[in-house]
């Protein structure tokens, strides 16, 4: 669905599994603390009633496995996806969820919410997200457009490509001005135009419309 909401849920599940699983590598913390994690994850008698064997839990205990600042982050992301899943679920339960890890499952999903749905869910999600990066010291996902073409709202050379998805074929465009829809007059060019949203152009747009000139293929993930 090429509505903004949707565009920009989908960029920002795509950017907290890049920065989840960049939190899961690191091994920085102390190894004094994994209590603490123990004592809120699922299934292990820490109240939060969620259920046992959530491949969520895991991850994050796994991922953040120690100290009070790591808790935390863990906590905060846990409880964004934790939410975002439920608006979800609730959504399209007369049509079922499909089973997996949270976040993998919201990616899968994005399309069937409608746009009101995939608001929220883009705004837990980025919170999240926004968490995990400032821990990790770690800056966003997106990508300079080597062509530099304008903005064909604001008119700045700031686009930008959201590049945590595995194919680059489908990353979405934003403007890194930050400039926002101002609704159907606006000269965006967007499928859908609705008023204060942030620009987000799907990947077809941009091949259709932008110069993409991807050189040296720098922008292939590591
Ligand atoms: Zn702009
Ligand atoms: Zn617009």
New binding site residues.
């Given amino acids: 669905m090429d509505h903004p909401h949707n565009l920009h849920a989908a960029a920002n599940c795509w950017s907290l599994r890049r920065s989840w699983a960049t939190l899961r590598d690191s091994n920085t913390a102390p190894d004094d603390d994994a209590g603490t994690i123990r004592s809120w994850r699922p299934g292990t008698g820490g109240g939060h009633g969620s259920g046992h064997g959530d491949p969520l839990g895991d991850a994050v205990t796994a991922s953040v496995s120690r100290g009070d600042t790591q808790t935390r982050i863990a906590e905060t992301i846990r409880d964004d996806v934790d939410s975002a899943r439920w608006l979800a679920t609730s959504a399209l339960r007369h049509t079922g969820m499909p089973i997996g890890p949270a976040l993998a499952v919201l990616t899968r999903i994005i399309g069937d919410l409608t746009p009101d749905v995939a608001g929220e869910v883009a705004r837990y999600v980025d919170h999240a997200d926004k968490a995990a990066r400032r821990a990790l010291r770690l800056g966003d996902d997106h990508w300079p457009i080597p062509s530099n073409p304008a903005?064909p709202?604001?008119g700045?050379r700031m686009l930008r490509a959201r590049r945590s998805a595995p194919d680059s074929a489908t990353w979405p465009v934003i403007?890194g001005?930050g400039?926002q829809c101002t609704g159907t007059t606006c000269g965006c060019g967007m499928t859908v135009q609705v008023r204060r949203v942030a620009?987000i152009w799907p990947a077809a747009w941009a091949r259709d419309t932008l110069d993409l000139n991807t050189g040296d293929k720098e922008a292939t993930n590591a």
């Fill in positions: 903005c709202s604001c700045v403007c001005a400039c620009h």
